[in-house]
C-alpha cells in the first residue's frame, strides 16, 4: 500500500493545485461556518495539550522513540490502521470505488493478502523483536554488516522523505482549497500542529493521536455512509459496473494492473515488505512490551483494517448513488488541468453541500486527522533512522544528547518535508514518477535483505548486497522489457531474483551457509482469527458484486 499511496499523491499534486484556481459551486471556503471552525480550532488545542501532558515524563530515546513499551495492543493496533488509512485512503478510495474509469470494487482486492501478510509476520518478524533495537536496520549489522544496515536505511529516509514532502503538498493543497485559506496558512496549521505535537509526546503522543483521529475519522466516515444509505439502495443495483470486486486476472500479458492474482501473491509480498521492513510501520511494532504483544498488534491490524476501507468503498458506492440523485453534482467539482472534473474531492464535495454547520467542521477534523496520521509517524520514523543508524553509530554522545538529537532530527525532517511541499510543483511530473516506481522496485530486493538476515545469514553481506543490486535489475527489466506485467509482481520477482542470486554468489565464493532456527510460536486463536477473517473478506467481495 505505500507504493500506492505515494503514487496517488505524486499524480493527484497538480491537479489538486490547479483545482484551487477553478473552485467549484460545491467547495466554497463561504461554506465553512464560524462553528466549523471552532471545532478545528478546538481539535488542534486538544492535540497540542495532550502531547504536552504525554511527553512531560520523557527522558531517553526509548521514550520518545518507542513510547517507553508501554503502550497496550491495541492502540499500537489502531495508530498502524490510521497511518494507512489516511487522507489519500480517504480522497481516493471514494473517487477510485464511485468514479474513475475503469475502478469500482476492484480496490478491495488490495485488502485480500493483509491477514496473511500479518500472519507471515507474527512468525518471521520475532528475531528482529527480540533484538532490542529501535532502529530496524540496526538488525541488519548485528546479523551481516554496516553496509547492509545504511543501504536499506538510506533507502527508507530518501524515498519515506521524498513521499512525506508529496504528502504535504497534496493535503495543504486540498486544504487550503476546502477552507479558503493559502496554501502557506494551510501548512503551517497541518505540519505546525503535527511538528509541534511529534516533538513534545513523541512516539506515545503520535500512537494516542492517531487512536483519537482514528475515531474522529471513523466517525466521519459512518455519519457520510448513514446520509447516503437512501441513495445507496435506491440506485445499488445500477451500479453493477462498480461492483465487480474480483478480476480473474494473472496480470502477466493483460497489462492489467488489478488482477486477482498479482493483488493477492504480490500483495502479499508487498505488505510484508512494508509492515515488516519499513521504519514507518515497524516501529509499532517494536513498541509493544513483548513479542506476544507484538504478534497481537499483528494480528489486530488484520483484523480492523478491512472494515475501515470496506467504509470507503461504500462511501464511494453511495457518492456514485448520490450524484445520480444530484445531477447537478460532478458539476460542481472543482476541475483538473485537462478540464475533467476532480474525483478526488467528491468526499469534501459532499460534506461542504450536506453536513451542517458543526458537522462538517467534524468532517474537516477526520480530514485534519487522517493527514496527521499519516505524517506524524513519518517524521518519528525519519527521525529514529537518522540518529540510531547515523549519529549513534558513528559519534558518542550521551543519552541525553541523543535525546535532544531525536527531537533535532524531528524538526529537521519537518522542515525538509515543509521546504520540499513548495518545490513539488516545479519538479518535472516525470522526476516524481520515476522516484515512486524505483521505491517500488526496490521492495521486493529490499525484503530479501531482511529474510537473508532471518533466515540464512551465513550467506553474508557481499552476496546479500550483489543479490540486492541484482534483484533491483531484474525488476528494472521486467518494466523496462516486459510493461504488461502488473507492477505487484515486481514485489515477488524482486524478492525471489535477490535472494536466489545471493545464494548462488555465496556458494561461488565458497561460503557454507546453514539455516537460523526459527521459533514458530503463535498462539492458535490468533492464526485462527487471521484465516477466518481473509475468507470473511473473501466472501464480502464474492456478496458485494452478486
Not at 198 to 214: E, P, R, W, Y
Not at 244 to 266: K, V
Not at 420 to 449: D, R
Not at 470 to 487: H, T
Request: proline residues 3%; charged residues 10%.
Amino acid at each position: 500500500m505505500a507504493a500506492l499511496v505515494t503514487h496517488n499523491c505524486l499524480t493527484s499534486a497538480d491537479d489538486i493545485k490547479s483545482s484551487m484556481m477553478e473552485v467549484g459551486n460545491g467547495l466554497r471556503a463561504d461554506d465553512m461556518d464560524v462553528l466549523d471552525w471552532w471545532v478545528i480550532a478546538t481539535y488542534l488545542v486538544l492535540m497540542l495539550l495532550g502531547a504536552w501532558y504525554l511527553g512531560r515524563k520523557q527522558r531517553s530515546r526509548a521514550d520518545y522513540y518507542l513510547a517507553g513499551k508501554s503502550l497496550p495492543s491495541w492502540t499500537l493496533a489502531t495508530s498502524i490502521v490510521a497511518t494507512q488509512c489516511s487522507t489519500n485512503s480517504l480522497l481516493g478510495a471514494p473517487a477510485f470505488v464511485g468514479f474513475v474509469a475503469g475502478g469500482g470494487l476492484l480496490w478491495l482486492q488490495y485488502e485480500l493478502a493483509v491477514p496473511l501478510a500479518m500472519l507471515l509476520l507474527c512468525l518471521v518478524f520475532m528475531p528482529i523483536r527480540k533484538a532490542n533495537v529501535i532502529s530496524i536496520y540496526e538488525f541488519l549489522e548485528q546479523r551481516l554488516d554496516v553496509r547492509c544496515r545504511l543501504v536499506a536505511s538510506g533507502c527508507f529516509l530518501f524515498f519515506r522523505g521524498v513521499a512525506t514532502g508529496v504528502t504535504v503538498y497534496g493535503v495543504a493543497s486540498v486544504i487550503a482549497l476546502l477552507t479558503g485559506v493559502s496554501y502557506t496558512t494551510a501548512v503551517i496549521l497541518l505540519m505546525g500542529i503535527t511538528i509541534a505535537y511529534d516533538l513534545m509526546g513523541g512516539m506515545k503522543a503520535v500512537v494516542i493521536s492517531d487512536v483519537v483521529q482514528m475515531v474522529l475519522l471513523f466517525g466521519a466516515v459512518v455519519l457520510a455512509l448513514l446520509w447516503l444509505s437512501d441513495p445507496l439502495f435506491n440506485h445499488y443495483h445500477s451500479l453493477t459496473d462498480r461492483t465487480q470486486a474480483l478480476a480473474n486476472d494473472w496480470g502477466l500479458m493483460s497489462g492489467n494492473q488489478y488482477g486477482f492474482w498479482p493483488m493477492f501473491f504480490g500483495g502479499l509480498f508487498l505488505y510484508v515488505a512494508y509492515y515488516g521492513c519499513d521504519q514507518s510501520q515497524a516501529q509499532r511494532l517494536l513498541s509493544a512490551n513483548t513479542p506476544a504483544t507484538t504478534q497481537t498488534v499483528l494480528m489486530l491490524n488484520g483484523l480492523l483494517r478491512f472494515p475501515l476501507v470496506l467504509c470507503y468503498c461504500l462511501v464511494g458506492l453511495g457518492l456514485a448513488a448520490y450524484a445520480i440523485e444530484q445531477p447537478t453534482f460532478i458539476a460542481s467539482l472543482p476541475t483538473t488541468s485537462n478540464g475533467a472534473p476532480n474525483f478526488n474531492l467528491v468526499f469534501p464535495a459532499f460534506v461542504s453541500l450536506e453536513f451542517a454547520p458543526g458537522l462538517a467542521g467534524l468532517a474537516m477534523v477526520g480530514l485534519f486527522a487522517a493527514a496527521m496520521s499519516s505524517i506524524d509517524s513519518a517524521l518519528n520514523s525519519l527521525s529514529a533512522s537518522t540518529v540510531e543508524d547515523y549519529v549513534n553509530r558513528y559519534s558518542k554522545l550521551s543519552e541525553k544528547q541523543l535525546f535532544l538529537a531525536s527531537k533535532i532530527a524531528t524538526f529537521g525532517w519537518g522542515a525538509f518535508a515543509v521546504l520540499l511541499s513548495y518545490q513539488v510543483e516545479h519538479i518535472a511530473p516525470t522526476v516524481l514518477e520515476a522516484i515512486n516506481k524505483v521505491g517500488s522496485l526496490a521492495n521486493g530486493p529490499l525484503l530479501a535483505i531482511f529474510a537473508i538476515a532471518i533466515f540464512a545469514p551465513s550467506i553474508g553481506a557481499s552476496a546479500t548486497l550483489f543479490g540486492f543490486i541484482a534483484g533491483l535489475a531484474a525488476n528494472i527489466l521486467i518494466w523496462l522489457c516486459l510493461p504488461s506485467v502488473s507492477w505487484l509482481w515486481w514485489n515477488l520477482t524482486g524478492l525471489l531474483s535477490a535472494g536466489l542470486l545471493a545464494i548462488a554468489w555465496a556458494k561461488i565464493t565458497g561460503r557454507q551457509i546453514s539455516w537460523q532456527p526459527i521459533s514458530w510460536q503463535l498462539a492458535r486463536w490468533k492464526w485462527q482469527l487471521l484465516l477466518l477473517m481473509t475468507a470473511l473478506i473473501l466472501l464480502t467481495t464474492i456478496w458485494l458484486q452478486m
